[in-house]
């Protein structure tokens, strides 16, 4: 119940904190998302009542597993499933989304990853602090691409930020060969449906042992054959989001998803790396730097320790452009022209824009 209140209160507190900075400084709005209700509710507010024009959405909403309700307290707080609101989710987030797109709004999304999956350590801070911006931002990328959301929205633009973009590449690479090996026509070649139960039935028999012949009976067919009696309408893992070539991929994912790195992430490199890349594409890599955690103490540092990208050659300085200044532009700019407008950088990013 304090979800909403303190989301209300932080927002009012940021908007009023950097008004007079609005030149250079741009505060994001928290938004819950445990419901559609209340995200929308606190995106009017922020952008309608209190003028912000950024925000930052939960990446995930941590849901109670009813059939353990009636646990004792101590074990049913741990009776969780995570909700990443494009699939199963228990709510429709479309007019979310909508809801963005109408208040020119590109959010960011970044949750933690730690306390749940693998990240559970005892002993070991470095072992569950590893990689768990990426592992929270990767389940949510999926949920949108499959859901469909980049498909019904094709003007819906996000960021995740602080988990840097090699998971991406991966998932770019992953979502191209599972739909090649996995789509409604090749998984054809290995329908259980198309096998010759008596046939294999007869097979086992003559050639294997009494047990697997067996297997074959009614009870146990699931077991041996899953998926042998899966409908149609269910097997098309891709028809929320209408993949008819590998191509569609491509296109509903590289201009939709923007990927936050720091400054001394090198997998920054695999963003653009067009030879590697499965359809020769760049991924939308934007910097964001860590100021005033453990990792940059000193913000005198965040600039110099970007560029140095450049000097290992790990980016060339066209590519650190686009890194450190075209793609945040891109992000802002494309629902919203005029994010820059009277700010210290407005009439670099008309020079962008109109270029």
Request: charged share 25%; proline share 5%; glycine share 6%.
């Amino acid at each position: 119940e304090l979800r909403s209140v303190a989301c209300r209160a932080f927002n009012t507190f940021h908007a009023e904190v950097y008004a007079e900075f609005s030149d250079r400084i741009t505060p994001t709005a928290i938004i819950p998302m445990h419901t559609p209700e209340e995200a929308i509710a606190e995106l009017e507010h922020s952008v309608g009542e209190l003028g912000m024009k950024f925000a930052m959405l939960a990446g995930y909403a941590t849901r109670p597993i009813p059939a353990a309700t009636g646990a004792p307290p101590e074990v049913a707080k741990h009776a969780t499933w995570l909700d990443f609101f494009g699939i199963d989710s228990e709510y429709d987030y479309d007019p979310v989304w909508e809801k963005c797109i109408e208040l020119k709004i590109a959010p960011t999304f970044h949750s933690v990853g730690v306390n749940w999956g693998s990240r559970r350590s005892i002993s070991n801070f470095m072992y569950n602090h590893i990689g768990h911006f990426a592992a929270a931002a990767e389940p949510l990328c999926k949920a949108l691409f499959f859901g469909g959301v980049t498909r019904r929205y094709p003007q819906f633009r996000c960021t995740f930020l602080e988990g840097g973009v090699g998971w991406a590449c991966t998932l770019l690479n992953d979502l191209h060969g599972h739909w090649q090996k996995h789509n409604l026509e090749t998984i054809e070649h290995c329908n259980p449906a198309a096998l010759d139960l008596p046939a294999m039935k007869n097979l086992f028999e003559l050639y294997g042992s009494a047990e697997l012949a067996t297997r074959l009976d009614d009870g146990d067919r699931s077991a041996l054959l899953w998926g042998y009696d899966v409908p149609v309408e269910y097997r098309d893992e891709w028809s929320a989001c209408e993949i008819e070539r590998a191509e569609d991929i491509r296109d509903l994912f590289v201009p939709n998803f923007y990927f936050g790195c720091e400054g001394d992430d090198r997998s920054i490199g695999w963003a653009f790396d067009r030879v590697a890349s499965i359809f020769g594409t760049e991924l939308n890599a934007v910097y964001g730097s860590d100021i005033s955690h453990f990792d940059l103490p000193d913000m005198r540092d965040a600039a110099q320790e970007a560029w140095e990208m450049v000097e290992d050659g790990v980016l060339t300085e066209e590519q650190f452009y686009r890194f450190v200044f075209a793609n945040p532009v891109k992000i802002k700019t494309e629902l919203n022209p005029d994010f820059f407008k009277d700010t210290v950088v407005e009439s670099a990013v008309d020079t962008l824009m109109k270029a």
